[in-house]
């Protein structure tokens, strides 16, 4: 079945420590979107790509970055993680910015 | 900003009941949607429904749009246990990135 894939589901990391959380695809959609989610608020949209095209959040923290090496693939990077980033990054994609979007599971990062 | 807001922030309901949530957004919209998010999981689209568009209906779900109010009703009908779960609105402005209110959090009692 196409679907979009999270890995690690849970990711556990020290202040500071960089880590990368990664999201796969099947649908082979042109868009893909990072969001945080913390606990009872809305998603927040850290950036998206559109193909190659990478478009940033006014208010995203410098602290992250992204990645994508190809259609399916798209990276999160955290440089210095804070106890603040703490929450569920969901990674999501769609055919189009004004189309649905499909969610992975998302992955759940402790920062210790 | 576009973001919807979800209305109530939390509904509580027996088994069978029918529940009404509500999204009020600020600016025009291209097209409005609903998703559902299990605890600690990822959201699932349940309906898209465009700025043309007064109604749209799929299963027990039926989803509303009055663009002169500026807002959007999803309706459960029959509600179950397994509708337990967050429901959000995303309303898309000139971005065309859809932005997510806080949502409702409904509790289904069996």
């Known amino acids: 079945d196409a679907m979009v894939i999270q890995n690690p589901r849970y990711q556990v990391t020290q202040f500071g420590k960089p880590v990368t959380l990664s999201c796969s695809q099947t649908l082979n959609h042109n868009v893909m979107y990072w969001y945080q989610q913390k606990s009872s608020q809305a998603p927040k949209l850290l950036f998206h790509?559109?193909?190659?095209?990478?478009?940033n959040e006014a208010d995203t923290p410098d602290n992250f970055q992204s990645r994508r090496p190809n259609t399916s693939f798209c990276f999160l990077d955290i440089r210095s993680p804070g106890l603040g980033d703490a929450a569920m990054y969901l990674c999501?994609?769609?055919?189009?910015?004004?189309?649905?979007?499909?969610f992975g599971p998302g992955t759940r990062l402790l920062v210790l | 900003s576009q973001q919807g807001e979800e209305d109530p922030q939390a509904l509580s309901i027996q088994e069978g009941e029918n529940a009404t949530m509500n999204c009020s957004y600020k600016t025009s919209i291209n097209n409005l949607q609903w998703y559902r998010q299990n605890s600690g999981r990822g959201l699932v689209h349940l309906i898209l429904i465009r700025s043309n568009e007064r109604e749209k209906h799929s299963g027990r779900l039926r989803v509303t749009l009055d663009t002169s109010k500026k807002s959007s009703s999803l309706l459960i009908t029959a509600s179950r246990a397994a509708d337990t779960a967050s429901y959000f609105c995303?309303?898309?402005?000139?971005?065309?990135?859809?932005?997510f209110g806080r949502g409702t959090s409904l509790i289904v009692h069996p």
């Open positions: 999501a994609t769609s055919s189009d910015t004004k189309e649905t979007q499909y």
């Open positions: 790509y559109y193909d190659k095209d990478f478009n």
């Open positions: 995303a309303t898309e402005g000139g971005s065309y990135i859809p932005t």
